[in-house]
């Protein structure tokens, strides 16, 4: 890999923690739970890990999610991701968890806010990677069972920046949840959604106009729409974009036509992120990588990636500014 995309300052703004669980250590968690896992080797997990679309990976990653059980995991799970994201100067991260494929196998909420937590805090003091923690809403599941876990994260309100929208797009609008991202909002959420992975153009509007979101998680649909991408270039909607995600899960036949660089050059804020990277074949820097190989993407588009990543963080201005320098100083360095 290039080490001047390895070494960039970024922010990582779209990362499930259930889908930064490395074969290696499923096996670990298993035998520590004692679970029997539907594989015999790290290799055959791998050889699983070939999808049709969004939902044959849903069926997969929610199986693996089954061996955290205990705080401890997913303390180890974060940290493992923190390690990960260090060796690749992630400087900032702002991380997804999905409460219901944990409290509906009957794990409390408690258990997984507080492995993830604490090791976030770790992060921050052993690693200098700051962050902040999404709880996204299974869509599939109902606007009620969204709403009694919104009720289960009120007492940890002031360490969840912001609620999302994650798991089978098609048929789940952003609409469905209204209510739940008004309550949110009202308790003092911010809001993000996955729109335009699979699903239309209409549901990135939905998204913008009833649930009020500071970004769009993928959105890379909106490219079928001219009006909302002059909408989101205008209104500098962030788009936090996943690459390699979007080639395997066939959202996108190759990475060549993968439209990142013409999202990016369209005037939008598009960020580079990893999703679901031991599903999908690479942490962030491998996305960056994998799309500037295909796409020919310059120094100069890199850097707008990385910086475009500071500035769609929920950080303070000035926190944001005080990365931009430090990618700046970087840039400056090397040219
Ligand atoms: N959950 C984990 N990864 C996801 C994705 N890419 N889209 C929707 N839900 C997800
Ligand atoms: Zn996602």
């Given amino acids: 890999m290039h080490a001047f995309i390895r070494d960039l300052p970024k922010a990582e703004l779209h990362l499930h923690i259930e889908g930064t669980l490395e074969p290696e250590l499923m096996f670990?968690?298993?035998?520590?739970?004692?679970?029997?896992?539907?594989?015999?080797?790290?290799?055959?997990?791998?050889?699983?890990?070939?999808?049709?679309?969004?939902?044959?990976?849903?069926?997969?990653?929610?199986?693996?999610?089954?061996?955290?059980?205990?705080?401890?995991?997913?303390?180890?799970l974060t940290w493992a991701y923190l390690q990960k994201a260090a060796s690749q100067n992630v400087r900032h991260t702002e991380i997804f968890f999905d409460p219901q494929s944990h409290t509906d196998r009957g794990i409390?909420?408690?258990?997984?806010?507080?492995?993830?937590?604490?090791?976030?805090?770790?992060?921050?003091?052993?690693?200098?990677?700051?962050?902040?923690?999404?709880?996204s809403f299974l869509r599939h599941l109902s606007a009620e069972e969204a709403l009694a876990t919104l009720e289960q994260a009120l007492p940890y309100k002031d360490s969840i920046v912001a609620v999302?929208?994650?798991?089978?797009?098609?048929?789940?609008?952003?609409?469905?949840?209204?209510?739940?991202?008004?309550?949110?909002?009202?308790?003092?959420?911010?809001?993000?959604?996955?729109?335009?992975?699979?699903?239309?153009?209409?549901?990135?509007?939905?998204?913008?106009?009833?649930?009020?979101?500071?970004?769009?998680?993928?959105?890379?649909?909106?490219?079928?729409?001219?009006?909302?991408?002059?909408?989101?270039?205008?209104?500098?909607?962030?788009l936090t974009v996943c690459p390699l995600s979007n080639v395997k899960l066939k959202v996108f036949d190759s990475m060549a036509k993968h439209n990142l660089k013409k999202l990016l050059n369209s005037g939008i804020c598009a960020t580079v992120n990893s999703d679901d990277p031991s599903y999908f074949g690479g942490y962030i820097a491998e996305n960056y990588q994998a799309a500037q190989e295909a796409l020919d993407l310059?120094?100069?588009?890199?850097?707008q990636l990385a910086k475009n990543s500071f500035q769609a963080t929920f950080l303070s201005p000035e926190s944001q500014q005080k990365l931009i320098a430090e990618l700046d100083n970087y840039c400056q360095v090397l040219s």
Wanted: proline share 4%; no cysteine.
């Fill in 28 to 76: 670990e968690l298993a035998r520590r739970n004692n679970i029997d896992l539907p594989y015999k080797s790290v290799l055959e997990v791998k050889e699983a890990y070939n999808f049709e679309d969004l939902q044959s990976f849903l069926d997969i990653y929610y199986q693996g999610s089954q061996v955290l059980q205990k705080e401890v995991d997913f303390y180890d």
């Fill in 108 to 135: 409390a909420f408690e258990t997984a806010y507080q492995g993830i937590y604490q090791a976030l805090q770790d992060g921050k003091s052993k690693l200098g990677i700051s962050s902040q923690l999404i709880l």
């Fill in 164 to 238: 999302g929208l994650d798991s089978a797009e098609q048929g789940n609008p952003p609409s469905k949840f209204k209510e739940v991202f008004d309550r949110a909002q009202a308790e003092g959420f911010l809001t993000v959604a996955h729109a335009g992975e699979e699903g239309p153009p209409e549901y990135i509007w939905e998204a913008i106009n009833l649930l009020e979101v500071s970004r769009i998680d993928h959105g890379v649909r909106s490219m079928e729409d001219p009006e909302l991408l002059q909408y989101l270039a205008e209104k500098q909607i962030p």
């Fill in 298 to 303: 310059s120094q100069q588009e890199l850097y």
